[in-house]
């Protein structure tokens, strides 16, 4: 592996400075190359269905492993998207005149060599391959060991397709053994940005054992908070899309804040409303003692459930809800419902989080949902990218400074002056 | 210094909703109490001056210790100018139609609790602190103990003046003992991001001693390139600012690169000019037999001298020139002194470095000549800032998504389709 990402890492500099004509040819190249290809690869995923029916992988997780003519319709319309997509890197982000003939430009490029371990779901691999293409990066794959054939095919449909369409040698590689992992996590010199997607303690353990930096998330803890001044209904329905549309994904709501002031019978309908929708409740106190519901400590409400089940507990007010998502949250998604625009205000400003909404499921974000083609995953780092992160997020810029023979020190005797004027 | 920061935290969302004409007013009242009481700044100085005298501090720290009148007169000018720019934060940097009453917007804001540790430098304390305010960050700051008597000064009049202008009790914290370094490093629940500044090691040390993300630099091993082509004069004249303006510093040229089609005459006429100016030249075995110098080791082209010494290597063009830039430098500041324009775009777009420069001196790496005001440091990092960080570089983002009543549901059925939308 070290050798492997050394030659990526020197590579790098080529895929870095591919045109856009070159890359978006190779996104069309890869399109058609996967469609041309279909078969291969639906024999490759039928070998990983059956290891699947085998091993006994619950339902859902076999709905993630299938790749057919949906799922590839799905990536193949993903990559037309991305083409049409203007060119994330070699963008000027400013330029400013410092002096005469001294002109400063920041430009955006790539992060150079990406590492990104995902779950067994052979679209991924297309979408994060291909938002790489797009964005000049290079990149190490390993994705999960259940769809290993998929992968396989896929990887080597869009690698060769990228190498005979322009692409440097060696600007991808896929990884295929687990222990291939904690050789990427060692490649600290020439690996930039590693990207893991996956469980919670998975996430914790590629944190806690590379120097390399990490963008991602860990924990999925995101908040509906009702306030007192909601509508009931509209409550009803979108913490219903928010805990029941998709309960394995790290946006749906995990916690119910509910302000007194909304009322006990309101209170009792939402309960209800989830109920109807299967969904378990749990509740410090003073919620059980209301709802009858499964009594919970105040300590579990860090609680990450993955699964039909919601915290649910009463605050006083916008307050206090902002307070206990800062404090509890993991500052991913969290959302208020209310007709009162002053409170609405005060809580998208004070939550701490990379997406704060307002009316409206936390289940959006997503960087397809966000108009951004795909996503390489949900950053809720603070430094660099937060969200949802698409092309952007994968770039990073470098400043151009055009002299004509300029020195400091004409500048700090004083014999020059800076004359900064933006261009 | 785990409650300091936990206070801190819980009031850095109060220290973000501050308005930008209150954190202005704080700016502008900081400023007129440091001039106010200029005196006893002085006085403090002087107590830190006499203890440098006695401890045998060299003369060439005493410069950076002392707080005079012109001192007092750059950082009130430089506050002045922080005043003048634009808020950083409250910006929205993009916004988005996702379909009918579902807007995206992305927001500017603090990063919110910010640990920095510089080097003993008054003047420092000043511009961190005000940068600190102009973005909404509130900060823990701990200076060099050679300046522990002006720091304390400087920072009980901007503390004092900052809370009676508005921003919250415990926004700021100066630490003063060294222990508590680690306990900050330790805080990672309270404290988002780190700026260490000072040497190469200690860097080191906070990088490899806390979980929380650092900002900034390591090595600056920063490389001037001549190309074949080069202006020898323009080169002579570049190169002795960007060795010898101010050694010390992290963007100053410890590396020289010249092309062999420079010539071995125009490289006589460089080595000279160097050693007129009193600069040691080091080669490996083919530099020292042309020029006599200093023979050195392949293996020692990483060296960071910050002294008036520098590594000398002949390569063959700009290809090698870069090769050797992206193995042996600190991905910093390196230039390119060239006539022709072809090797000029080709260095700055395959460099992998901070700043790329095109004829000028690697001494221009600096916040305030960028125009920037001021800089909490210079970061090396490709993930968030990159380059000297001013006010820009101290707030992130968050996306805001206003809906009413949206859902999930609606879109994965296919009920609803997204209509992007750029607003």
Chains 1, 2 share one sequence.
Do not use: W
């Amino acid at each position: 592996m070290i050798e492997v990402t050394r030659k990526m890492k020197s590579d790098s500099y080529k895929m870095a400075s591919l045109s856009i004509e070159t890359r978006n040819n190779i996104l069309k190249n890869v399109r058609e190359a996967l469609i041309k290809n279909q078969q291969d690869i639906f024999e490759a995923n039928k070998t990983d269905m059956e290891n699947a029916e085998k091993n006994n992988i619950a339902d859902s997780v076999k709905k993630r492993l299938k790749f057919d003519e949906h799922k590839l319709s799905d990536v193949t319309n993903g990559i037309q998207q991305l083409i049409s997509l203007p060119d994330p890197i070699n963008k000027i982000v400013f330029q400013r005149e410092l002096d005469e003939n001294l002109i400063l430009k920041r430009i955006s490029c790539p992060i150079g060599v990406i590492g990104i371990i995902f779950e067994a779901r052979p679209d991924a691999l297309v979408q994060i391959s291909s938002l790489c293409i797009k964005s000049g990066n290079c990149a190490v794959l390993k994705g999960g060991k259940e769809t290993a054939n998929t992968n396989k095919a896929l990887f080597n449909i869009i690698y060769k397709t990228a190498v005979e369409s322009g692409a440097p040698e060696g600007c991808m590689f896929q990884a295929e053994g687990h222990s291939e992992i904690d050789e990427l996590l060692a490649c600290s010199k020439s690996v930039d940005l590693i990207i893991p997607r996956g469980s919670n303690q998975f996430v914790q353990y590629i944190m806690n054992n590379t120097k390399i930096p990490v963008m991602g998330h860990a924990d999925g803890i995101c908040h509906t908070y009702i306030d007192g001044s909601a509508d009931a209904d509209k409550a009803c329905k979108i913490i219903i899309d928010a805990k029941t549309q998709y309960t394995a994904a790290c946006n749906s709501t995990e916690t119910l804040l509910i302000d007194r002031n909304f009322g006990t019978d309101n209170l009792r309908k939402v309960a209800e409303a989830l109920s109807d929708s299967n969904v378990k409740l749990r509740g410090n106190k003073e919620v059980s003692d209301i709802l009858g519901c499964e009594q919970m400590g105040d300590d579990e409400y860090n609680t990450e459930y993955l699964d039909m089940i919601i915290s649910v507990k009463l605050v006083n007010g916008v307050d206090e809800a902002v307070a206990h998502i800062n404090n509890y949250g993991s500052h991913h998604t969290d959302c208020i419902i209310t007709e009162n625009m002053d409170n609405a205000e005060k809580f998208l400003n004070l939550v701490d989080s990379a997406g704060v909404y307002l009316n409206c499921s936390t289940r959006f974000a997503d960087g397809f949902r966000y108009g951004f083609g795909a996503e390489v995953g949900i950053s809720t780092s603070k430094i660099h990218a937060r969200g949802p992160v698409g092309l952007e997020g994968l770039t990073t810029y470098k400043y151009k400074l055009y002299g004509n023979g300029h020195i400091v020190d004409d500048y700090s005797t004083g014999r020059k002056n800076f004359n900064f004027k933006d261009l």
